[in-house]
């Protein structure tokens, strides 16, 4: 397959996972990449040729640079010394219990390629272990541990895996060597990793003070720094550019603030576009090893030396080894903290058992172990390299799954697994402080101080509202109306588990009454002869829809979504049809609907009224939100009759555009006010700020365009 060609299929395919893990939220999305790839591999014959220098690259380097960034710097500092001795002896222990346990399960497994399957299979994902580890509700410092080490263990698992590589492909180990070895890659590739990085932030602040602040340049700079620093230091001075680009990374993030103070848009432009590149990287790697599987299959399938039931049992069993290496691990420094934190041994036996289960593998086991050279030194085929594959895959795919089904069961505790390439790893330090501040001070959270935000602003667009922007201000109050009530919705169903939320119950019961006096008044109209058959049938079908729509609120899928996903296709069609070929005269049909639709808007109105005047209606008391949604909704549909269901004029769009900027302004102001109040934390705040500065700039580019 074309590179070209394999780009795209692999982004493609990328995009598809997620849109099915959206719709499948306790199912990790790394599994779905896999099962994406291996379908691909076997109906479409799809294969990827592999380079172990590019491919180490190309995945490596930058995933390992980006985690740098995000190394957290407050409670994990304080644990350097066990997270150290987690990421480097951890990893060590269990190379070396791994390894011959590996051996000892499969003899015709070398040694040293199973020392060298063992170290890679050490490294954890280390946004899936935070995300487990904290559903886990393990003690702070233990998640604090665990956390930082899966964060720093990579390096170390990468040079065993590529020590245990180089001894099964030339046949030679020395201890002394590999000893002497280690301390000079592990010193220089850090030094090296240091010092580039340093200098290549001398360059960039010393290109800002000159007055060179495009924005675009340093992100791609800030992109490509990992795979410069990894190709010097692997390329000039033979030294570990994994170590060095994890160093970078790191230096990275404690020097970045000095870049603010020149060009505080940098920061923006970097996270997004990070969180793009390793979004698409660590699900091309699950893609990748996907389809790689058939291949590993094929191979050990037809495996004389061992049969398929006992290459599946081997899966388990080293995945249980790893499992039992980390938890005796974690067993042994819970007791020897045991002292600063007493706990029962019960306890700290289940503390450890969710450690060991914690230590999900992911994008940086697959990239090592699909580097495995094909051949060795004298040019034979490298032994069992489609065993180790499998192995390598099966103990991801296995550690995902038994994540996912044995820690909520221990925990009862039921969320998704989250990954490399997740919203979560951009975002984690934030939101864990913004979290940690709201619960100490009983702070606003995200979501009602949203709905108070969009409040003032629909408040200050109603004040704004006058018969020359009657339509614009409208628009926009219902879409503020709408956000708003999505808000309230998902607290709504958050707080309730079998039952109908309260707020969408009442919802239904206000709409309904609305709808009922729509329908009353549509029959009048037919009754009297006002109408035409044609209209009356245009009616009766706008109605229906309705009705449908009111059948989905609240409920789950079934044959009435399908009606109305069909329903507004037909709708959508329409509306781009006539777009396409706008008449302009209209018919005196489509003059008598839109009478007809603004006195049946005027009844919907009328009759919800009515229903909220009656005394056992007003004991109720009714969420004046909802109500105003809906009024605000039929006070609109009579504004667009009323312009004879006219197409947007330029200057409609002069007049929303003007109001959504008092809007967003309000919006600001708003923040501003909670923040004075002491209602939210200053996280949030920024946080709310940032989603206002990109609806700004969203709205500018717009209005560029129009231009």
């Known amino acids: ?16 996972a997620n849109i099915i893990g959206h719709y499948l939220p306790n199912l990790p999305v790394s599994l779905i990449e896999i099962g994406l790839g291996l379908m691909v591999a076997l109906v479409f014959a799809v294969k990827i040729p592999l380079k172990t220098d590019w491919f180490m690259l190309v995945f490596v380097a930058p995933l390992l640079f980006n985690d740098g960034r995000r190394f957290p710097k407050k409670e994990l500092w304080a ?30 497994l070398p040694l040293a390629a199973s020392f060298a399957l063992a170290a890679i299979l050490s490294p954890t994902d280390p946004v899936a272990v935070q995300s487990i580890s904290e559903q886990a509700d393990l003690p702070p410092r233990v998640l604090h541990l665990v956390s930082g080490e899966s964060l720093i263990n990579d390096a170390s698992g990468l040079i065993s895996f590529k020590y245990g590589i180089a001894a099964a492909v030339t046949g030679y180990f020395s201890w002394q060597q590999a000893a002497g070895d280690f301390l000079y890659i592990s010193i220089v590739g850090a030094l090296a990793g240091m010092i580039i990085m340093l200098i290549i932030h001398f360059i960039r602040l010393f290109m800002l003070q000159q007055g060179f602040e495009d924005v675009m340049f340093h992100t791609i700079l800030q992109l490509v720094t990992p795979f410069i620093i990894y190709l010097i230091v692997e390329d000039l001075f033979h030294a570990s550019g994994v170590i060095a680009v994890v160093v970078a990374g790191i230096i990275s993030h404690s ?15 970097t996270e997004q576009t990070w969180s793009i590149s390793v979004y698409l990287l660590n699900g091309i790697v699950f893609l990748i090893l996907g389809i790689e599987l058939p291949v590993a299959m094929h191979n050990t399938v037809h495996n004389p030396l061992i049969n398929t039931s006992e290459e599946i049992l081997l899966v388990l069993a080293v995945w249980l080894i790893l499992v039992i290496v980390r938890g005796l691990w974690t067993l042994a420094y819970l007791l020897y903290t045991n002292q600063t934190n007493p706990k029962t041994f019960r306890e700290n036996i289940k503390i450890a058992v969710l450690s060991g289960l914690s230590g999900v593998r992911g994008a940086i086991t697959m990239a090592g172990v699909l580097s495995v050279p094909t051949v060795l030194a004298d040019g034979s085929p490298f032994p069992q390299r489609g065993l180790m594959l499998f192995i390598a895959a099966g103990v991801i795919i296995v550690s995902l799954v038994m994540a996912v089904v044995l820690i909520p069961k221990l925990t009862k505790v039921k969320a998704p697994i989250e990954m490399r390439g997740m919203q979560r790893d951009l975002e984690a330090e934030a939101a864990a402080a ?13 979501t009602n101080a949203k709905i108070y935000m969009y409040k003032v602003a629909a408040s200050m667009v109603e004040s704004q509202r006058h018969i020359d922007n009657n339509r614009a201000a409208l628009d926009l ?8 009530r999505r808000l309230e919705s998902q607290q709504s169903e958050a707080s309730t588990s079998d039952e109908l939320p309260p707020l969408i119950a009442e919802e239904l019961i206000l709409r309904q009454v609305a709808f009922d006096g729509e329908r009353q008044k549509l029959e009048s109209l037919w009754a009297e002869k006002a109408i035409s058959a044609k209209s009356y049938r245009h009616g009766k079908r706008k109605l229906r829809q309705k009705q449908v729509m009111l059948s989905v609120i609240g409920t789950s899928f079934n044959w009435h979504h399908v009606q109305l996903q069909v329903y507004r296709a037909w709708s959508i069609s329409k509306r781009f049809l006539t777009h396409l070929w706008p008449r302009h005269t209209k018919s005196p049909s489509e003059t008598e609907w ?10 919907g109105i009328k009759q919800l009224s009515y229903f909220l005047k009656q005394p056992e209606n007003r004991q109720r008391h009714y969420n004046r939100q909802v109500i105003y949604q809906i009024i605000v909704r039929y006070r609109n549909q009579i504004e667009n009759m009323k312009n004879g269901g006219r197409s947007k ?12 900027i008092k809007a967003l302004t309000s ?29 700004e700039n969203a709205l500018i580019l717009a209005r560029t365009d129009t231009e």
Do not use: C
């Not at 020097?255 to 432009?269: A, G, Y």
């Open 594 to 603: 839109q009478l007809t639709e603004r006195e049946m808007a005027k009844a």
């Open 79 to 108: 644990l350097r010394g066990p997270i150290i001795g987690n990421a480097i002896f951890l990893v060590f222990a269990t190379t070396l219990i791994g390894g011959l346990a590996i051996h000892w399960l499969v003899p015709a």
């Open 434 to 446: 913004a979290a940690e501040d709201e619960a100490a001070a009983d702070l606003l959270d995200e």
């Open 477 to 484: 109050l219902a879409e503020y109306q709408l956000m708003i």
């Open 649 to 660: 004029t330029a200057i409609y769009e002069r007049q929303l555009q003007k109001l959504r």
């Open 667 to 695: 919006e600001r102001v708003a923040i501003q006010e909670l923040l004075e109040q002491h209602k939210i934390s200053w996280q949030l705040a920024d946080e709310l700020r940032k989603n206002i500065n990109y609806s």
């Open 255 to 269: 020097s970045r603030n000095i870049f603010l103070d020149f060009l505080p848009e940098l920061k923006l432009v």
């Open 1 to 16: 397959m074309a590179i070209i060609e394999a780009v795209i299929l692999l982004i493609t395919l990328v995009i598809i």
